[in-house]
């Protein structure tokens, strides 16, 4: 008979022994010839030793996803080979607390821009009872390390595709997908500004705001509701904090 191991991912809410209390995101300026040094500061709040381990991982960024992590697969802005870290097996004692140092030494030929990673934290014991079941509580953390190297420039936007989805007969949904041809990230807001037939505004709408990593691509939702039937005049506002781009859009509520 052939042996299956189930692997079940619990809320880290689950456990609540080991906690980070410094963040999961972390973002450093870098300069020429400039080792970084951060700390990830953990805590065992259990009444039990815990053992974590540490491990370094990719984050892989598909458009309009939040990226998945990956051990084997890289991409052209990967910090992965210049991220070292002290420790990658502790035991934690209950109540311990520890700070857990990494250090990035970006090459100096590498080009300005942003570049990323995660260290990833594990703990938990797996349980494999006497079955032909095997469950595997082990809990993990990501802990994202961005790094921007060199002059901070505003990146360039495009608007790749604009669609809109009919969600009722008076509510729509502005789909905008952008893309960064830029070399750094930026965190992008944006808002759709809606006209009538004598050009007079009468709304703006509020919509998403993510980041969007260079040569990469997002999609923003902007909801339109509770219009009157009848036909409008729109502007896509795209804000990077340091520059703003624009695109025309006509919307028809029936």
Avoid at 39 to 65: A, H, M, P, W, Y
Avoid at 73 to 99: A, G, M, Y
Avoid at 121 to 128: A, K, S
Wanted: glycine share 8%; net charge positive; aromatic share 10%.
């Amino acid at each position: 008979m052939k042996k299956y191991l189930i692997s079940i991912l619990l809320p880290l809410n689950t456990f609540a022994q080991i906690q980070i209390n410094n963040g999961l995101s972390h973002i450093f300026q870098s300069s020429t010839n400039g080792e970084i040094i951060g700390r990830i500061k953990l805590q065992n709040t259990g009444k039990k030793v815990e053992t974590f381990t540490s491990s370094k991982s990719d984050i892989i960024f598909e458009c309009g996803s939040y990226g998945t992590f990956s051990d084997n697969k890289t991409h052209d802005r990967s910090l992965k080979d210049w991220l070292e870290f002290d420790v990658d097996e502790k035991e934690l004692s209950p109540k311990q607390e520890f700070e857990m140092v990494f250090r990035i030494n970006i090459p100096d030929d590498v080009p300005a821009g942003t570049y990323w990673g995660a260290v990833m934290i594990e703990y938990g014991d797996p349980r494999i009872p006497k079955t032909t079941f095997a469950v595997n509580d082990r809990a993990r953390y990501a802990v994202q390390i961005i790094v921007n190297k060199g002059a901070y420039e505003a990146p360039k936007l495009i608007f790749k595709k604009v669609a809109i989805v009919s969600t009722d007969n008076k509510s729509k949904t502005v789909m905008v997908e952008l893309e960064n041809v830029g070399f750094f990230s930026a965190t992008v807001k944006t808002q759709l500004e809606l006209y009538d037939e004598k050009g007079t505004k009468i709304q703006t709408v509020k919509g998403e705001g993510k980041n969007i990593y260079p040569t990469r691509c997002n999609i923003y939702n902007i909801a339109v509701n509770n219009m009157k039937p009848g036909k409008y005049d729109g502007v896509i506002l795209a804000d990077t904090g340091k520059k703003i781009y624009g695109s025309n859009i006509t919307l028809k509520i029936d």
